[in-house]
């Protein structure tokens, strides 16, 4: 059995793209707050080596020093220090079936920068996406703190309602393509990227998701104001830092989903991913970051909603639109077929 093809390259790969994902997740926080700063005509962060570069690492040992304290009234220990581990790794293994560039040739070994290919990736997508749910709803209950319950409460409530509009975009997506493989759509996307075809598709996904994500103008579930800081009230060291490190690593997912599905991943443009393995991935990346910009620009530019009217919004407008775009795309395939 050849080992190296079968054990070592998956674990490489698996590995590379799990710390990637870590430190992606580790310095979206300095680019959102320099961002910001630049946005509300501040200094961002800039004490932490040159330009502030070594601030998420500062933050990381901060955290680590800090005491680990577990409230007496908490409902369920385990639960406790467990719920910001499910919340970091359901975001982890999501990126498994993202892929990042085109196959490598490495010493004569085909290195492909993908996980797995598998036949329902973006079944698998929207499957684990979904789990992420499961760490807030019960670090908010095992908190057995009132403010971090109704957190939980309004981040279940607000992920299972903009689900449903994300999953239809998806499947329009899907109907257009004919597949469900990660690796289908990024090929069928070798002229022109999907969103060409699915410019609503597209909002809509992109909506969904950072509601999906607790994002502003969508961050209701630990709403300061309202909440105190909502289910992570009583988290405090390395906890909170996990729950933290989830958000912003979930951004980067979302955007390098929004990126595969509907901008073309690494196929597109073609001329620049056929230069070379590593140009593609750069081209991925370029993407993602674009995402992620767009992600803070809405952070800085639009207020928090009421979350009243974040729920009326997902039922009344955008799970309506989402199944209208489903109906038009079906017959637009069919009567093409």
């Known amino acids: 059995m050849d080992w190296i093809r079968t ?3 998956p674990l490489i790969v698996t590995f590379a793209l799990a710390v990637g994902v870590l ?4 310095y979206v926080t300095i680019f959102e707050r320099k961002l910001c700063g630049r946005f509300q005509v501040r200094y961002g962060p800039n004490r932490a080596f040159k330009f502030g570069l070594l601030q998420p690492i500062a933050d990381a040992i901060k955290a680590f020093m800090k005491e680990e304290i577990v409230p007496k009234s908490v ?7 467990l719920a910001p581990g499910i919340s970091f790794a359901a975001v982890v293994i999501t990126f498994g079936v993202i892929p990042v560039g085109q196959t ?21 997508v929207m499957a684990v996406a979904g789990l992420g749910a499961y760490g807030i709803v019960l670090g908010g209950w095992s908190s057995n703190n009132k403010y971090s319950l109704m957190g939980a409460l309004r981040a279940t409530a607000q992920m299972i309602s903009y689900e449903l509009p994300m999953g239809l975009a998806l ?28 410019p609503l598709g597209f909002l809509i996904y992109l909506i969904s998701g950072i509601a999906e994500n607790n994002r502003s103008p969508f961050d209701l579930p ?67 970051w674009a995402m992620l910009f767009l992600y803070v620009w809405i952070r800085a530019s639009l207020p928090r909603v009421r979350f009243d009217k974040l729920m009326q919004f997902s039922w009344k407008f955008l799970f309506p639109l989402a199944l209208l775009n489903l109906a038009i795309t079906a017959v637009v395939v069919a009567l093409g077929a």
């Open 222 to 288: 630990e709403t300061e104001n309202e909440l105190i800081s909502g289910f992570v009230t009583e988290y405090g060291g390395i906890k909170f830092a996990l729950f933290f490190i989830a958000e912003y690593a979930n951004m980067v997912v979302i955007s390098s989903i929004v990126t595969t599905v509907f901008l073309g991943g690494w196929q597109w443009p073609a001329f620049l991913a056929d230069i070379h393995p590593l140009v593609s991935v750069g081209v991925f990346f370029a993407k993602v």
């Open 23 to 26: 430190a992606s997740g580790a």
């Open 104 to 124: 490598w040739n490495i010493f004569g070994y085909d290195v492909r920068l993908q996980i797995a290919d598998i036949d329902v990736g973006l079944l698998y």
């Open 75 to 81: 409902s369920s220990k385990v639960l406790y220090v």
């Open 171 to 198: 499947a329009s997506v899907a109907l257009i393509v004919g597949s469900l493989r990660m690796s289908d759509l990024v090929s069928f996307q070798h002229t022109w990227p999907i969103i060409i075809l699915q």
């Open 7 to 9: 054990l070592l390259i």
